[in-house]
């Protein structure tokens, strides 16, 4: 049975630093495209940052609001993908979703992920 957990959630201070991690079991993370969503209250869920399966080069591709301050990444070894998120801003504010598809390109889109994870929540303190 194919499964995402996220986990890292918690916490966040202004400019602070956060990294979440997404274990996959069932398949393996590098034949399929992996993105991470996040989801705020009273707003649609959004993507975040994506990254290819190996044949797709692992092409990376993130939203414009995330730019520069969040890195996504993927043990092999581990099976777990990764989004280290720094600089953080009270509008990161929001539950964080790891999410899996058979495909080559990533893409920031909804509907093109079929595997989902149950969420992690990322709180701003000030």
């Known amino acids: 049975q194919l499964q995402l957990v996220e986990s890292g959630g918690g916490l966040a201070q202004p400019g602070g630093s956060l990294r979440l991690s997404c274990a996959a079991s069932?398949?393996?993370?590098?034949?399929?495209?992996i993105a991470w969503f996040r989801q705020a209250p009273g707003k649609e869920r959004e993507g975040v940052s994506c990254?290819?399966?190996?044949?797709?080069?692992?092409?990376?591709n993130y939203a414009d609001s995330v730019k520069g301050r969040f890195t996504i990444s993927r043990d092999n070894a581990k099976n777990t993908a990764y989004l280290q998120m720094n600089s953080l801003k009270p509008e990161d504010t929001a539950v964080y979703y790891c999410?899996?598809?058979?495909?080559?390109?990533?893409?920031?889109?909804?509907?093109?992920?079929?595997?989902w994870g149950q969420g992690t929540q990322v709180t701003f303190s000030s």
């Open positions: 999410a899996a598809a058979r495909g080559i390109y990533c893409s920031l889109h909804l509907y093109d992920y079929e595997y």
């Open positions: 990254i290819s399966s190996e044949g797709g080069s692992s092409i990376i």
């Open positions: 069932g398949f393996t993370l590098d034949t399929y495209i």
